[in-house]
């Protein structure tokens, strides 16, 4: 598969649980993106990588979110002591370059819910 | 403050009719606008997007007007197509933006009928 994939693709979760949400970007891709969608609402931005660079993590909620990409390849976004509030869909998304007006492209997403 | 609105939830339109899907914004650094489109259970995609220096680009059924001193933009979709049912979500970049994170809309539902 050419695209960006993210697993799991459904992950329920008690509150209080940590949870890690995987994404692979496509192959050779620099930029990296994550996104959080509650339900009914337009994605919101998280975090951005160019490489194993975190260049721009103002989007993060709270100290319990954490992403990483250290190899410059996949990425993973944890969450620690969720909450019924985390419930959402964390989307990824990729870019080739690192250029403001490069085309993202997206993955399916991971549904979180917390109970 | 939500910087891109999209104040339309739903849209239904009938098949072969022009569809036209709105979008404000209130950021005047914007200089770059996408529309998205996604089915359910799928990540968004690429649909068209169009720079401030311009007013209007066109890629086959879908057109997207810029209007900036309104700050306002649409996409046209004609003629529509039940295939084209989808969320659509207008999304924002501007200057200062590193890697060009997206701010995005609501999302506006469009129904097309056969």
């Known amino acids: 598969g050419a695209g960006v994939s993210q697993s799991p693709r459904y992950k329920v979760a008690k509150r209080g649980q940590d949870v890690a949400l995987r994404c692979d970007p496509i192959s050779g891709h620099v930029s990296l993106f994550w996104y959080q969608q509650a339900l009914g609402q337009g994605p919101e931005f998280l975090t951005y990588?160019?490489?194993?660079?975190?260049?721009?993590k103002s989007g993060l909620p709270s100290d319990r979110f954490f992403a990483e990409r250290p190899e410059g390849s996949v990425s993973t976004l944890k969450i620690q002591r969720t909450q019924q509030e985390d419930s959402a869909v964390y989307l990824c998304?990729?870019?080739?370059?690192?250029?403001?007006?490069?085309?993202?492209?997206f993955g399916p997403g991971t549904r979180l819910t917390v109970l | 403050d939500q910087q891109v609105k999209q104040n339309s939830p739903s849209l239904s339109v009938q098949e072969g009719r022009i569809s036209i899907l709105n979008c404000d914004y209130t950021?005047?650094?914007?200089?770059?606008f996408l529309w998205y489109k996604k089915y359910p259970a799928e990540g968004p995609t690429f649909l068209i997007s169009?720079?401030?220096?311009?007013d209007k680009n066109e890629d086959g059924r879908f057109t997207v007007f810029l209007n900036k001193s309104a700050k306002h933009l649409s996409l046209h979709i004609v003629p529509s197509q039940p295939g084209d049912s989808a969320v659509y979500f207008c999304a924002a970049s501007g200057v200062g933006n590193q890697g060009g994170k997206l701010i995005f809309g609501q999302g506006t539902e469009l129904s097309v009928k056969p």
């Open positions: 998304a990729s870019t080739s370059g690192g250029g403001r007006t490069d085309t993202q492209y």
């Open positions: 950021n005047s650094m914007f200089d770059y």
């Open positions: 990588f160019q490489n194993e660079a975190q260049l721009d």
């Open positions: 169009i720079s401030s220096i311009k």
